[in-house]
């Protein structure tokens, strides 16, 4: 007996015609739907222009042929950056955030170096290794600004241990 996926299978892999074919726009539509270059080409057009009508993005089509009307990309300020985003590359919200990751850094090696002022060897590195493993636990867990803290304490591990 054989499945009826094994069936869809078999009259999917049939060999491909002058005339590309693509699956139902639907979902859980498995039929065949035949579509000329032309059209194929139409729809690409179409959704080029709905992308088009969202704000803050533009699409251009090059080397499209004679059917497509390519128009030249225009000048951007953020051509270089990878992200999108406001239009200024620093804002507020980014200098705070790294400051504060900065000056968490700090007290992470500033702990860590009095750790080892203070106690024995031994027990300053128990805890420099308990702070840095807090650390790591965080940053597993996604906790913003963790990988500063376990930064700043493995640099203060390291300056407290061969200082």
């Known amino acids: 007996m054989v499945s009826r996926v094994a069936e869809l299978g078999r009259e999917l892999s049939a060999p491909p015609r002058a005339s ?5 726009a639907v979902p859980g539509d498995n ?18 222009d709905s992308l088009n009508r969202t704000p803050g993005s533009r699409v251009v089509v090059r080397d499209a042929g004679d059917s497509v009307a390519a128009e030249p990309a225009p000048p951007s300020s953020r051509a270089w950056r990878y992200s999108p985003g406001p239009e ?5 919200r980014t200098v705070r955030t790294t400051l504060v990751g900065h000056l968490l850094a700090v007290l992470g090696c500033t702990f860590a ?4 002022e203070h106690a024995t060897l ?3 590195e128990g805890v ?3 702070a840095a493993a807090v650390g790591l636990i965080a940053l597993a867990r996604r906790v913003p600004l963790a990988v500063w803290w376990t930064l700043g304490v493995v640099i203060g591990g390291a300056l407290g241990r061969w200082s």
Do not use: D, H, K
Not at 113 to 116: G, I, T, Y
């Open 128 to 130: 420099v290794v308990v």
């Open 88 to 92: 200024l590359g620093m804002t507020l």
């Open 31 to 48: 039929r065949r739907v035949e579509e000329s270059p032309e059209q194929i080409l139409a729809r690409l057009v179409r959704y080029r």
């Open 20 to 24: 590309r074919s693509r699956i139902g």
């Open 113 to 116: 170096v009095l750790a080892f």
């Open 122 to 124: 031994r027990i300053a």
